[in-house]
T-cell receptor, first 113, second 119 residues
Framework: AQSVTQLGSHVSVSEGALVLLRCNYSSSVPPYLFWYVQYPNQGLQLLLKYTSAATLVKGINGFEAEFKKSETSFHLTKPSAHMSDAAEYFCAVSEGTGNQFYFGTGTSLTVIP | GAGVSQSPSNKVTEKGKDVELRCDPISGHTALYWYRQSLGQGLEFLIYFQGNSAPDKSGLPSDRFSAERTGGSVSTLTIQRTQQEDSAVYLC?????????????????FGPGTRLTVL
């Protein structure tokens, strides 16, 4: 069975500060992992995905995530937050041979000027 | 447009009425997914289509919910005898291959959603 846990439903950071959004997963097989972003009044967009290649994945808008098998984590980071990063972020997992994606409950990021 | 579209964008209905939500996937995408996003909740998987067939209906909350897809393209999600707890944003996504076809890395592209409010 798969599941995704996002620690912290709300995260606030100052503009220019490090962004760290946490995601832990459980999966019985090597997973495929995704981060999606949902800007206000917009649909979900793929930020990045891990597909068993490099463990450090770079995505759009300066975000990156590192797959750590030993910690079953796929945390999302960005070195310097921008006001435009304020959005809802969702982590998702798929086993590939399954038939659905499992999403976390989301983390709302607020950027303080 | 090239993206996934959904209609209507907003729907307000009275308890007990039936509603129909539409999704137009990206042309050529064989897989189509419906999700529900309730206030303060994550994305809840509802149903998945591979072509016109739905191999996984396990996420449908009750028998009031049904979905179909015709011509490998447009899909409709129907909710009969709506209840207040059905109020949510219903999201549709499509992907090129779909997970059952070995597309575990397949990227899902999401539509803007339909906000359903049941009074």
């Amino acid at each position: 069975a798969q599941s995704v846990t996002q620690l912290g439903s709300h995260v606030s950071v100052s503009e220019g500060a490090l962004v760290l959004l946490r995601c832990n997963y459980s999966s019985s097989v090597p997973p495929y992992l995704f981060w999606y972003v949902q800007y206000p009044n917009q649909g979900l967009q793929l930020l990045l995905k891990y597909t068993s290649a490099a463990t450090l994945v770079k995505g759009i808008n300066g975000f990156e995530a590192e797959f750590k098998k030993s910690e079953t984590s796929f945390h999302l980071t960005k070195p310097s937050a921008h006001m435009s990063d304020a959005a809802e972020y969702f982590c998702a997992v798929s086993e590939g041979t399954g038939n659905q994606f499992y999403f976390g409950t989301g983390t709302s990021l607020t950027v303080i000027p | 447009g090239a993206g996934v579209s959904q209609s209507p964008s907003n729907k307000v209905t009275e308890k007990g009425k039936d509603v129909e939500l539409r999704c137009d996937p990206i042309s050529g995408h064989t897989a189509l997914y419906w999700y529900r996003q309730s206030l303060g909740q994550g994305l809840e998987f509802l149903i998945y289509f591979q072509g016109n067939s739905a191999p996984d209906k396990s996420g449908l909350p009750s028998d009031r919910f049904s979905a179909e897809r015709t011509g490998g393209s447009v899909s409709t999600l129907t909710i009969q005898r709506t209840q207040q707890e059905d109020s949510a944003v219903y999201l549709c996504a499509s992907s090129l291959v779909g997970v059952l076809a070995g597309g575990g890395t397949d990227t899902q592209y999401f539509g803007p959603g339909t906000r359903l409010t049941v009074l």
